[in-house]
């Protein structure tokens, strides 16, 4: 009897580590969740109707010859209807109207961020993200629908999704404290850089699909990837090795030996007070603000740079808009390895190595954004720079991403959605800082106010975590245990 494709697949998987298959999904959930995240940026551009603005070459050309841009009684060139490409239908919808759009992902996003962590802890985490990435391929199915409906309804659309998207990370990082050895973590954790790739792909795509096949294409094929790579998570993923259907016994002992007594076999009930008054959860949670504010704000503002300020037709912006992503994505697994091999050889302490790749995951992507203030109008030199600043923070896996399976592993994914329910919080802030700053022009001396603030709040958080971060376990791990037994523990995570 011939098997079937998939039945051949699944066979085919089990020969691999099963840790692996982990680490793959880990990848492709984290993927496909970015692609229904960010093709909005890039697809409300073709909804709209066209921003009839001078462009920073327009202004470069008046100043140039002693004129003053902002006089009204100036006629400059707009596009005409034979210059506006038919993407599908044109929604007259405002600079405001779009920053709302783009904001409403991370309004719904807040919602189950926060409990996420405590759900997956209780329930599981593979059915948890399942479920989530079913429905929000079918909300992005729906986007074209809804948009005939009104701006509103798109609204409400993308903050459902946002809502299914709230537990991803945090039902991952729980997943994450299960799976993975202590000295693979950071490979573990630079497997959620998929969402990085799913920006880097979806750009570039949903630019060629629009300009090919209109936009509402771009909201469908997204939607059928999401699907499929469901049906394999909900084939391969257990909730641990101990649940796992497949596995092979040694590497099973192997992960629940290396783990040790760090994950409690019973439901424990998160210690919410001595949580959120924990100084060293209370420095990583200012840390993973400045680095989300730093990774939302381009993710929701840099297709509308390029496209507005430096001049890039839709599909270039969207190639050149992903290219920090690949940066980030690339440089994340060259430092979690990185920083696993200087954990395994006991090269410096835990927290030393925390501390230490604060330098480039947040303080060197500041700087650069100093550096983009002055760069001219250069475009090519604009997303260099742009791309190196997000490139340094794939550093982020050894710092922010990983601290709080440092703190408090039996309650990783609880702390990732306290901190992801904050830090998400930029993701409507900054669109709406960028809605103020542009509201009458979209140029270079406008943006670089948003680049100064982009900055300070990259650099700000690494002081305050090198001061007052940790990566100890807490003694609020297991609430139950010896005060002897815990600072035995501590001292073992600490070397």
Sequence with gaps: MVLNPLKQM?????????RLNIGIMLFLSCFVSYMLRVNMSVNLLAMVQPVQKMNQH???LLSSNGTNAN????????PTASTVHNYGPRYNWSSHDQSVILGAYFYGYLVTSLPAGVLAERFGPRNLVGSSLAVSALLTALTP???????WTVV????????CGGVLYPALHNLVSRWAPPD?????????MGGTFGTVVTWPLVGVLIETFGWSFAFYVPAVITAIVVTFWLIIVADSPAKHPRIQKEEQDYIIKSLGDTISKQNLLPPVLKMVTSLPFLALLVLHFG???GLYFLLTAAPKFMSEVLGFKLAKAGFLAALPYLARALAAFGFGSIGDYLRKKSVFSVTTIRKSFCLFSHIIPGLFLVGLIYAGFDPYVCVAIITLSLGFNGASTMTNLQNSQDLAPNFAGTLYGIINFVGTTSGFISPMLVAHFTAQRSTMDEWQYVFAIGAAAYIIPAVVFVLFGSAVVQK???PGQSESKQTTKQMQETY
């Design 145 to 151: 629908l809804a948009a005939t409906y009104g701006m």
């Design 71 to 78: 006089d009204t009684s100036i006629s400059v060139p707009m």
């Design 10 to 18: 699944i066979k085919a998987a089990d020969h691999i580590p099963t």
């Design 476 to 478: 609020w791990n297991e």
């Design 156 to 163: 409400v659309n993308r903050a459902a999704l946002g809502i």
């Design 291 to 293: 680095n989300l504010w």
């Design 184 to 192: 693979e973590k950071g490979k573990f954790v630079s497997a959620l």
């Design 58 to 60: 327009a202004l470069t």
